[in-house]
T-cell receptor
Framework: DAKTTQPTSMDCAEGRAANLPCNHS???????VYWYRQIHSQGPQYIIH???NNETNEMASLIITEDRKSSTLILPHATLRDTAVYYC????????????FGAGTRLTVKP | GAVVSQHPSWVICKSGTSVKIECRSL??????MFWYRQFPKQSLMLMAT?????????EQGVEKDKFLINHASLTLSTLTVTSAHPEDSSFYIC?????????????FGPGTRLTVT
């Protein structure tokens, strides 16, 4: 599975959109981009995933560049409860293997 | 969505004793479960992959005789930390794969915090 690169930390004002970038320049054609987050002392929570089209659900939007080498997770109206570590993971979805976690981005939403 | 539970949520034990952590898939059958360990301010590190009815596959550097994994049914996997030492104090998280339509999705438990005194 391809490696990902994310900023170590980011701040966001409450109520504003949080845009979390992820680089995955070595992604291959059959690999999906997954986003999870981990709130302090909890297990990771699935947010969203996509292959090449932009995706949106009740939690977030995922924007994948046309060349698929990078993506952005968007939390449209960040709240204090969105403070967490966000992990971008690239994985072949049909593969029954585990998720491999990098360091992630620590997002702090400030009042 | 699918739910994975862990028990206990936290445990304190004395050095030299053994501790068992349970991981259950509540509303689906999981042929494959995973065990992760997370030290403070670090990311999740995979310890082992557990397949129902067969021996677990351990990651390099993880002692299989110290971290015993049993995946006896399609809804239960257990991790036993044997002869625990303070350096085993960590946050242990399990997860399970479920096949949904064309792909596998992974769901995580809430974690178990182990403190060895």
């Amino acid at each position: 599975d391809a490696k990902t690169t994310q900023p170590t930390s980011m701040d966001c004002a409450e109520g504003r959109a949080a845009n979390l970038p992820c680089n995955h320049s070595t992604i291959s054609g059959n690999e999906y981009v997954y986003w999870y987050r981990q709130i302090h002392s909890q297990g990771p929570q699935y947010i969203i995933h996509g292959l090449k089209n932009n995706e949106t659900n009740e939690m977030a939007s995922l924007i994948i560049t046309e060349d698929r080498k990078s993506s952005t997770l968007i939390l449209p109206h960040a709240t204090l409860r969105d403070t967490a570590v966000y992990y971008c993971i690239v994985k072949r979805s049909y593969n029954n293997n585990d998720m491999r976690f990098g360091a992630g981005t620590r997002l702090t939403v400030k009042p | 969505g699918a739910v994975v539970s862990q028990h206990p949520s936290w445990v304190i034990c004395k050095s030299g004793t053994s501790v068992k952590i349970e991981c259950r898939s509540l509303d689906f059958q999981a042929t494959t479960m995973f065990w992760y360990r997370q030290f403070p301010k670090q990311s999740l590190m995979l310890m082992a992959t557990s397949n129902e009815g067969s021996k677990a596959t351990y990651e390099q550097g993880v002692e299989k005789d110290k971290f015993l994994i049993n995946h006896a049914s399609l809804t239960l996997s257990t991790l036993t930390v044997t002869s625990a030492h303070p350096e085993d104090s960590s946050f242990y998280i399990c997860s399970a794969n479920i096949r949904d339509e064309r792909s596998y999705e992974q769901y995580f438990g809430p974690g178990t915090r182990l403190t060895v005194t």
